[in-house]
């Protein structure tokens, strides 16, 4: 986030010789966390006051925002770095997505594309984009969102409405660029502490180097309530053996009925959530699939 205003000098983490090791009651470090925090929480507060003078972006009106920096993630797959005018601020939430109008030669088009920055109230945001060879938008992007570049976007739109401790599972199937949605909703779960929920990843994509969020995923994964396993369709030769880095679980083919059927999440169908993101295709076939198996249709949310 931005600095806007003038913030409370930070507390000085003490020296490693300032603490006698001997496990005292209350430790020079206990104290300097607890500093932290009161610290953190005054600068949010600060922060969060000057941003509400703000005018907050609105799924209405189409504002202006600069590409601060662009950065490759896997083959085609993009980041970019936008950040709002001075005089706005925008409050999203996980899943919601932007909608980007760009100019033809005499007309304009729009695309909608997911927010995978930390969801709150900001002033930068962040969307990953992946450009297909024949697609409209991405012939538009591929030449001209270079860095200083600026974009009119509108939103957020769209609402999640995933409540925590609803469901004892969440199990989330993506494929591709659908992940983008999935991944937020993930984090949301993940990372609150009270949230008991237990989240599955079944994710689809091509090859190994097309995964995209692998780091992340991974770090998530030493989360006792996370889990993730990805079904690559076009690696016969098992080439992510070799390219692995993190030790992931990886099924080399296309996420089908019997995989589904055997897993055990599935078995406990009672507490269950189903997020769903790929392909219209993708969505109708595993739809299929996991109303067959007997999940109810009202179980699954597609984006
Ligand atoms: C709610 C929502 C959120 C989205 N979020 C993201 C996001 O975070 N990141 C992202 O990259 N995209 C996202 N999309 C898709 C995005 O809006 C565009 O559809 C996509 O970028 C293609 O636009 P285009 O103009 O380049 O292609 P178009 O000219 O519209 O399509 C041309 C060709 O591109 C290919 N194509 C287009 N879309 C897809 C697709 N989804 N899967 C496979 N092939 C496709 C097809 O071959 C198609 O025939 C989202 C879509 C929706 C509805």
């Not at 984009?129 to 030449?143: A, C, F, T, W």
């Not at 969020?213 to 690559?232: G, I, P, S, V």
Request: net charge neutral; charged share 25%.
């Amino acid at each position: 986030m931005d600095r806007l205003v003038n913030l409370p000098p930070e507390p000085l983490k003490p020296e490693e010789s300032q603490c006698c090791g001997q496990g005292c009651q209350f430790c020079v470090f206990d104290t300097y966390k607890q500093e932290l925090l009161i610290w953190q929480r005054k600068c949010k507060e600060l922060e969060t006051c000057q941003l509400e003078k703000n005018t907050k972006m609105n799924p209405e009106t189409y504002v202006d925002c600069v590409i601060e920096s662009v950065e490759p993630v896997c083959p085609s797959v993009f980041l970019f770095h936008f950040k709002l005018p001075e005089n706005h601020c925008m409050e999203f939430s996980a899943s919601q997505h932007l909608i980007a109008r760009e100019s033809t030669s005499n007309s304009t088009i729009s695309r909608p594309y997911t927010l995978i920055s930390s969801p709150g109230l900001v002033k930068k945001f962040t969307v990953l984009i992946k450009l297909y060879d024949n697609g409209m938008m991405s012939n538009i992007i591929k030449r001209k969102w270079l860095t200083g570049k600026v974009v009119s976007w509108r939103g957020p739109i769209g609402q999640c409405d995933y409540k925590p401790n609803s469901y004892r599972n969440v199990l989330m199937i993506a494929a591709g660029t659908g992940i983008t949605p999935l991944y937020q909703i993930t984090k949301l779960i993940i990372d609150n502490p009270d949230d008991e929920t237990r989240v599955f990843l079944l994710y689809g994509c091509r090859t190994y180097s097309e995964i995209i969020f692998q780091r992340e995923f991974h770090q998530l994964q030493d989360y006792w309530n996370f889990k993730a396993c990805y079904f690559l369709s076009d690696d016969e030769n098992q080439d992510a053996e070799t390219l692995k880095r993190h030790n992931e679980e990886i099924i080399y083919h296309k996420l089908d009925e019997e995989t589904l059927k055997e897993m055990s999440v599935i078995k406990q169908s009672d507490s269950l959530r189903v997020y769903l993101c790929g392909s219209k295709a993708f969505d109708k076939k595993i739809i299929e699939y996991l109303t067959k198996i007997g999940i109810e249709k009202s179980s699954i949310i597609t984006f």
